[in-house]
């Protein structure tokens, strides 16, 4: 338990720096959008390596990937049903509000977390794994088909393969499993540089969502607020609940791997989700404003998560 409000004072510490970076603009008007892509493009992609090149590979293949898979695709269900036949939705917006309602943080946030909380980042390397290489692809086609009347095959593919954190993922990967079947390691040489790049990823990731916090407006009339609080109220309340359940019921899982799925899936709505919505201008407002509330919400969540189960 001390493990766990330490981890939640670090990230506190470097939130509220962010935000007061944010609010005072010690840093400039264009702070947000440098750490961002700095993050993104350099420091996220060592990181992941790094995790997951030194990673056990029974974490990466445990019981954890499915539950958080079926814990997020219970998730896109119900919020895609409730969006068709009750609201009558249209496809993008659909598949907007289902990333809202299952698609977690577990880059920017559930990183952090899982080293601070759980005591070992890898155990987010799964969860961002699953969500780039089969959530995304298959969203991505939903939404270019209805804009473009066809998916582009190709471009969705291409979009996969050039993100830089999924090469430095598939590349983290590709080493362990080598050093695994061989009983090597890494020499120190090559993965002590690598990992002091990547481990500036964490507190940059925190301080920047910090900034991205001031000024931020949230349930404005006409918004469409009640799809922001059926999305929110999945993403918080029922997914980390559902996790629980089908852990510990379905698959068994007891102990700290519990205490791990129902962390993960208790994480905020990733960004991944807003730049979808920009991308393709389906529901924006949907996919902001259900980020900024879970990102709030998934604060006092993750407490009652670690009173109950660390």
Known sequence: MIGALTGFAV???????????????VLGPHA??????????????????TVLAT??????????????????????????????????????????????SGYVNANNIGLPIALYMLGDAALAAPVVLLQLLVFTPVALAILDAEAQGRASVGRIVGQTFT????????????????????????PEIVLEPLSVVGHAAIP?????????????????????????????A????????????????????EGHALYAVTVLAALPTAQNVFNYAQRYERSEILARDTVFLTTLGSIPVLLVVSLLLA
């Not at 990230?11 to 603009?25: D, E, L, P, W």
């Open 32 to 49: 947000r959008y440098v750490l961002s892509r700095l993050v993104f493009f350099v420091l996220s992609p060592f990181l992941l390596f």
């Open 204 to 232: 940059l990731m925190l301080i920047s969502f910090g900034m991205s916090l001031h000024g931020q407006k949230m349930l404005e009339a006409g918004s469409g607020r009640r799809d922001v609080l059926l999305a929110s």
């Open 234 to 253: 999945l993403k918080l309340l029922v997914m980390p609940v559902a996790a629980w359940l089908i852990g510990r019921f379905v698959f068994g899982v």
């Open 55 to 100: 990673a056990d590979v029974r974490i990466l293949f445990s019981a954890l990937l499915p539950v958080s898979a079926l814990a997020a695709v219970s998730m896109f269900v119900i919020f895609a049903v409730i969006a068709l036949v009750v609201w009558r939705r249209r496809a993008g917006s659909v598949v907007v509000g289902s990333l809202a």
């Open 11 to 25: 990230i506190a510490v470097a939130i509220i720096a962010g935000y007061v970076a944010g609010r005072t603009g």
């Open 163 to 186: 993100n830089p954190i999924i090469l430095g993922s598939l590349a983290g990967l590709a080493t362990a499993l080598i050093t695994s079947a061989t009983g090597t390691t890494l």
